[in-house]
Structure formats: C-alpha cells, structure tokens
C-alpha cells in the first residue's frame, strides 16, 4: 500500500509540473502577435496604400500604447506616396502586441489604412522589401493595362 501512495503522489508531482510549466509558457506568449497570412496580391488589393519605406525615426505616444513612425518612402505600390517624401504611419507601440517593427534605419515593405485622416499600419501588414517592390511591379503592370485597355 504505501508503495501504491508513492506512486501516485509522483504521478500528481510529474502531472502539475506539466501544468505549471505550460501555463508559464502560456503567460510568455500571452501577448505575442499572431498573423493570419494572406497574400500579397490580397493585402495589395485590401490596404489603401502600400510602399517601401525605411524607418528613420519612432515617436512614442506617452499614454496610448500608441507610436508615430516616420518612413522614407521607396517604392511605390499603391497610394499617394512619392518617392523620397516621409510619411508617417501610426501603429501600436511593440511588435509583441502587432506593432510595426521599430529597427531605425531598416527598410520595410507596408501595406497601409487611412484612418481619419492619417496612416495607420501593424505587423501583420508588413512584407519584404524585395515582395514589395515585386508586387508594385504587378500593380504597375495591371494598372497602365486597365487604362489602356480602357
């Protein structure tokens, strides 16, 4: 019998360290962004506007959990950016929470909203500049093919 006791409470030590570790883990990741993958056709043809722009700064919001980020617009997918112009997009403030990536001097490809009357981007709306500029590419093609197909 005391053998059989053991056994069990081993058991249940063995079982709620299981527990406890996932419920740990799960604590570590509570916040962590998940992304439901679309392609870049769709998010090209959802978003209101799409660039490369590398960051060159990130203002912080002081209460908002919100950032101002500040873009050198590359390549132009869709939109009313130019090239060389600096826009800024609005986002939440950390990539653990869906954010915008905040690497200064990095070049990212975004896939923008206009949100009362400003940008507004996340995580998940980010590609690599190399898509990007694949897929500015297309929608230049598409584009010069509907107006002159017209």
């Not at 059989?4 to 916040?31: C, D, F, P, Q, Y």
């Not at 998940?34 to 990130?58: E, M, T, W, Y």
């Amino acid at each position: 019998m005391p053998y059989a006791r053991v056994a069990v409470r081993r058991r249940v030590s063995v079982i709620a360290v299981v527990v406890l570790t996932g419920m740990l883990v799960g604590v570590e990741n509570a916040g962590a962004c998940s992304c439901i993958p679309f392609s870049a056709k769709k998010q090209l043809k959802r978003a209101d506007g799409a660039f490369n722009g590398r960051l060159l700064s990130v203002q912080h919001v002081e209460g908002t959990g919100e950032a101002a980020l500040r873009y050198r617009v590359g390549v132009v997918a869709k939109g009313p950016f130019r090239r060389g112009r600096v826009v800024t997009v609005s986002s939440t403030d950390g990539e653990t929470i869906c954010g915008l990536p905040q690497t200064i001097g990095s070049l990212y490809g975004l896939f923008v909203s206009s949100e009362a009357g400003r940008w507004t981007g996340g995580l998940c709306s980010t590609i690599s500049p190399s898509k990007m500029r694949r897929v500015g590419r297309r929608g230049a093609a598409l584009s010069a093919g509907c107006l002159g197909g017209g």
